[in-house]
């Protein structure tokens, strides 16, 4: 890492292509039988050598922005393997979709519906969609982050959901064909895909009846990933429990989406940071960093946990497994933060880490997902760069920002 550090300067993000690599391959052989179109959701990490990477094992893109498919383009990615969701997609992005030929909009309301077929209409063309269907399942996660609950600003609830198809489902210019459920993220159990799987096939079951046919079912994502060690289910757990359920469908042609994104990047990525400055006041000491809230933004949004560990240690410091509790000999209590001039800008806090100085370097573990994503450029801070390790080479695959990027939009009148 001091290598990188030398080389790129920090903060700075760095990811594993192999490791990209390998999470993808587990969940498309672990849901092999489904014969799944796994659409990797762009918002988690939206890179275009990482959407590239992954495009070339064989994903498609999970896209909820007129940007996102900007990107998936650049990346390669045929816009018919793509899912389009989105509460809010406005009419030039419905334009943009329809005129590159976007696979299925994965459609929130009713109001979005017509608007969607009305400027298909209007451009003489066709669409697929599918109906975000909330299947009122608790996952259990940040609030933030949970989806699938009646009371959310995505999708229509189940019991609607029948009415939308009675209502739309002849429309000529835009298909309703297909179910989309995303219950939230991340989830840490198949249970609540089996429960919201079971309710939405009884749906599919009873619109059959009424001669409407779904041949398209997009499970979202979710899957969680490892912030502490052995903390998720292996993506064959996953799908020992849902792919049972699906397979007859699939078997008859039904077509299956996955949607995932922490899963794959989350531990395909760190943070490296340097240490500024320790400070103690009172009972409290500081280990200041040169990155903080507008580099990772998750910890002071949602309380989430990252796994920070000095790069450079002893022996006995050496960990063995990513926990919140690290039962180590001389390690100190102490609140890793940023440089932001906000009390809220932590990146850990009542942490036991070893001592560090300053100009060490510390990871960040777990920051592929809503890492960079969310970066920002509170305080006039330039975005970080970004790394894509390769065996063993290691390639630019964003440059940092300089202080004439943060004002080359403006306009000094």
């Not at 799944?36 to 959407?51: A, E, R």
């Not at 001669?211 to 979710?222: A, F, Q, V, Y």
């Amino acid at each position: 890492m001091s290598q990188i550090a030398e080389q790129f300067d920090t903060p700075c993000y760095v990811y594993s292509r192999a490791t990209l690599v390998e999470h993808y391959t587990r969940l498309a052989e672990a849901f092999a039988p489904l014969d799944p179109l796994l659409c990797y959701s762009i918002k988690s990490c939206s890179n275009i050598s990482i959407c590239k990477t992954l495009a070339e094992c064989g994903a498609g893109m999970d896209l909820v922005s007129g940007g996102e498919l900007h990107r998936a383009k650049l990346a390669g990615v045929d816009p018919a393997q793509c899912v389009y969701a989105g509460v809010g997609k406005s009419d030039a992005e419905i334009r943009q979709s329809l005129e590159a030929g976007v696979g299925w909009f994965n459609i929130e309301s009713e109001a979005e519906f017509e608007n969607v077929s009305a400027i298909a209409k209007s451009m003489n063309l066709i669409c697929k969609a599918a109906l975000r269907v909330n299947p009122d399942v608790d996952p259990k996660t940040h609030r933030y982050t949970t989806t699938g609950k009646k009371e959310t600003k995505f999708g229509v609830d189940i019991e609607r959901a029948k009415s939308v198809f009675e209502q739309y489902g002849n429309d000529e210019h835009c298909i309703l064909c297909g179910i989309h459920v995303h219950l939230g993220s991340p989830i840490y159990s198949a249970e609540p895909y089996v429960t919201s799987l079971r309710k939405i096939l009884i749906l599919i079951d009873e619109l059959d009846v009424r001669g409407i046919k779904i041949n398209m079912l997009d499970l979202g994502g979710g899957f969680g990933a490892d912030y502490e060690s052995d903390q998720t289910p292996l993506a064959s757990e996953y799908a020992k429990e849902i792919v049972p359920l699906l397979q007859d469908h699939a078997s008859k042609g039904m077509k299956i989406i996955l949607e995932p994104g922490r899963t794959i990047t989350a531990n395909a990525g760190i943070l490296l940071l340097k240490v500024l400055y320790i400070k103690t006041s009172g009972e409290k000491t500081f280990v200041t960093c040169d990155g903080g809230m507008n580099v990772m933004m998750r910890p002071s949004h949602y309380g989430a946990f990252h796994f920070i560990w000095p790069c450079s240690v002893k022996d006995e410091h050496v960990p063995q497994r990513r926990a919140k509790e690290m039962d180590l000999p001389d390690l100190i209590m102490v609140d890793v933060v940023g440089p932001i001039c906000e009390t809220g800008d932590f990146l850990a806090i009542d942490r036991l880490m070893p001592p560090v100085s300053r100009g060490d370097l510390i990871a960040l573990f777990g920051a592929g997902a809503y890492g960079m994503s969310m970066s920002n450029r509170y305080n006039s801070m330039p975005l970080p760069a970004e790394v894509l390790v390769d065996q063993t080479s290691s390639k630019l695959i964003r440059r940092r920002e300089t202080y004439d990027d943060l004002t080359s939009h403006e306009l000094n009148l």
